[in-house]
T-cell receptor, first 112, second 115 residues
């Protein structure tokens, strides 16, 4: 069975600085998708960024980028120029031939 | 921008009672999902629904659970006889199609407390 591990329950970053959230996963599949979802306090989860496993190029969305290391089964999220609105729970998720599998999440605090 | 909505935001019930959690998916979406998150644990998939049928379900989704699309807009999760361990956040989601890369849009969740 696929598993997703986020080893950092909490992280903090100064406003305007860069932070990296870690995610590793375990799978025997070769074709799959990886996602980062953001859940602000009392709000719904929204998709931040997605990565297709067969694409070597790392996905980027404005200030958000990933470092996808397929051989290492690692999928970290980098947030550049952090803003107060980035404070949220961040969930890493995997989807292969099964439904979405989530990690436990990392709570990110942004310090003004 | 269209959003998935869920009601109620918080439901308190007695053990053994039936509860119905309601969701309104985004109107042109065809696939619907329920997930749950027990406090401090991972978000877990419960069930997916397409064309008025369950397309996939997890081991958690036992006979106590059922889903229904009673009309053209609502998507409901029923727990027939709640147990203490059913206390969790329940998230509804919808997507345009069932492809693996297709974004799932999540609702804000219903917090279910079973006493």
């Amino acid at each position: 069975a696929q598993t997703v591990t986020q080893s950092q329950p909490e992280m903090s970053v100064q406003e305007a600085e860069t932070v990296t959230l870690s995610c590793t996963y375990d799978t025997s599949e070769s074709d799959y998708y990886l996602f980062w979802y953001k859940q602000p306090p009392s709000r719904q989860m929204i998709l931040v960024i997605r990565q297709e496993a067969y694409k070597q190029q790392n996905a980027t969305e404005n200030r958000f980028s990933v470092n996808f290391q397929k051989a290492a089964k690692s999928f970290s999220l980098k947030i550049s120029d952090s803003q107060l609105g980035d404070a949220a729970m961040y969930f890493c998720a995997y989807q292969g031939n099964t439904p979405l599998v989530f990690g436990k999440g990392t709570r990110l605090s942004v310090i003004a | 921008e269209p959003e998935v909505t869920q009601t109620p935001s918080h439901q308190v019930t007695q053990m053994g009672q039936e509860v119905i959690l309601r969701c309104v998916p985004i109107s042109n979406h065809l696939y619907f999902y329920w997930y749950r998150q027990i406090l401090g644990q991972k978000v877990e998939f419960l069930v997916s629904f397409y064309n008025n049928e369950i397309s996939e379900k997890s081991e958690i989704f036992d006979d106590q659970f059922s889903v229904e699309r009673p009309d053209g807009s609502n998507f409901t999760l029923k727990i027939r006889s709640t147990k203490l361990e059913d206390s969790a956040m329940y998230f509804c989601a919808s997507s345009e199609n069932g492809y693996r890369n297709n974004e799932q849009f999540f609702g804000p969740g219903t917090r279910l407390t079973v006493l």
